[in-house]
T-cell receptor, first 111, second 112 residues
Framework: GIQVEQSPPDLILQEGANSTLRCNFS?????LQWFHQNPWGQLINLFY???GTKQNGRLSATTVATERYSLLYISSSQTTDSGVYFC?????????????FGQGTILTVHP | DAGVTQSPTHLIKTRGQQVTLRCSPK?????VSWYQQALGQGPQFIFQ???????QRGNFPDRFSGHQFPNYSSELNVNALLLGDSALYLC???????????FGPGTRLTVL
């Protein structure tokens, strides 16, 4: 099945700093989503972005499907951005609908 | 517009027991997927239900089974619980099956 790798595994920032999280995947994808998991375990949708670039406030994401990677940018980070960020994909075909998650990036933002 | 809901929030069981978890999808969604998230790991796909049938299944034993009702809500059943089944169980809904998945708050299962 498809492999999903995220980097870095851990990231520590001061409030106000910018950061880039990376997601590499091993096959062409029909769906790519970025999530933020809060301390209570809730997965919050950030982006659905199988290709192209999207922006939502201080967050933006870019997926280059032909090169099999996606990037999540966080600008002017805030303490509330802390948590675990996951990317997840499905490869289509017989895996249609099955999301495969990366191991996540743990982001800590200090005041 | 209610999002995905799950019940119960927390559950404690002992080894060998059976458990049933419940999920109601987001309004307008007809597909429900279940995931298991062990501590420190990313969620792992268990199975997906669409039109009341299991359409996709991950690498989980037959002790894990499910059901989807005509109103699109779903249940996850786990028999003969093992200590290793302790995890956060997440339900997601979508429409169509390959579309954007929205997750519920999860059920935290502890097996003693």
């Amino acid at each position: 099945g498809i492999q999903v790798e995220q980097s870095p595994p851990d990231l520590i920032l001061q409030e106000g700093a910018n950061s880039t999280l990376r997601c590499n995947f091993s096959d062409s994808v029909n769906n790519l989503q970025w999530f933020h998991q809060n301390p209570w375990g809730q997965l919050i949708n950030l982006f659905y972005i199988p290709s192209g670039t999207k922006q939502n406030g201080r967050l933006s994401a870019t997926t280059v499907a032909t090169e099999r990677y996606s990037l999540l940018y966080i600008s002017s980070s805030q303490t509330t951005d802390s948590g675990v960020y996951f990317c997840a994909t499905n490869a289509g075909g017989t895996s249609y609908g099955k999301l495969t998650f990366g191991q996540g990036t743990i982001l800590t933002v200090h005041p | 517009d209610a999002g995905v809901t799950q019940s119960p929030t927390h559950l404690i069981k002992t080894r060998g027991q059976q458990v049933t978890l419940r999920c109601s999808p987001k309004s307008g969604h007809d597909t429900v997927s279940w995931y298991q998230q062990a501590l420190g790991q990313g969620p792992q796909f268990i199975f997906q239900y669409y039109e009341e049938e299991e359409r996709q299944r991950g690498n989980f034993p037959d002790r894990f089974s499910g059901h989807q009702f005509p109103n699109y809500s779903s249940e996850l059943n786990v028999n003969a619980l093992l200590l290793g089944d302790s995890a956060l169980y997440l339900c997601a809904s979508s429409s169509p099956p390959g579309g954007t998945q929205y997750f519920g708050p999860g059920t935290r299962l502890t097996v003693l």
